[in-house]
Structure formats: C-alpha cells, structure tokens
Nanobody, 117 residues
Framework: QVQFVESGGGLVQPGGSLRLSCTASGFTFSSYPMRWYRQAPGKIREWVATIAPTDGRTHYVDSVKGRFTISRDNAKNTVYLEMNDLKPEDTGVYYC??????????WGQGTQVTVSS
C-alpha cells in the first residue's frame, strides 16, 4: 500500500525559508523519479520540482528556479524540498508523488505552506 507522509510546512514571512520532507512507503522508492506538487487555494494542482531516481538530475517549474532545491535520500525513502526567498504566491498545500504515480488515486495529506506578512 502506497503511503506518503509530508511535513515541514508552516507560516512564514515573505523572504523566509522552509524545508519540506516527504517519506514514502509501499513501492521501490529508489526506482522512481520523485516530484513535488502544490495546490494553491482555488487552483489546480501543479508540479513544482522533479528529481531523478539516482543521478541527481532535477527539473523545476520556472517560477521557483533559483529559489527551491529538491533532493532525496534513497536510504530513508525521503524526498526534500528546500524553499528559500518564499513569496506569497508560493502559498499552498505541497504534496509528493513518484513519476508516474504508483497509485493514480492516492495523494498524501500534504503539508500547508503559508507565506504572509
């Protein structure tokens, strides 16, 4: 059974930083690219960053390039998202999922990020 536990969100002022974590289980973590998504209030879920299974290659949506860094620890089945210089438009619930999803119908509970002064 696939499971994701996202954590690390919170309330932060513009310009601040947060580090998100997502610990996965129920599939062979090291075999899959992992992706962070976010969903802002009233908007559809969008992908934010992707990391390859083992070679460290990463991709980012243009709006977060230079501010966010995705990383992973395959020994801990965990993917991270380091977020710096946060902006109000980064507000949303952040989720992780492998690429492609192991279970297309399952998403974790996510972690809320709120950027506000």
């Amino acid at each position: 059974q696939v499971q994701f536990v996202e954590s690390g969100g919170g309330l932060v002022q513009p310009g601040g930083s947060l580090r998100l974590s997502c610990t996965a289980s129920g599939f062979t973590f090291s075999s899959y690219p992992m992706r962070w998504y976010r969903q802002a209030p009233g908007k559809i879920r969008e992908w934010v960053a992707t990391i390859a299974p083992t070679d460290g290659r990463t991709h980012y949506v243009d709006s977060v390039k230079g501010r966010f860094t995705i990383s992973r620890d395959n020994a801990k089945n965990t993917v991270y998202l380091e977020m710096n210089d946060l902006k109000p438009e980064d507000t949303g619930v952040y989720y992780c999922n492998p690429v492609p999803p192991v279970d297309y119908d399952y998403w974790g509970q996510g972690t809320q990020v709120t950027v506000s002064s």
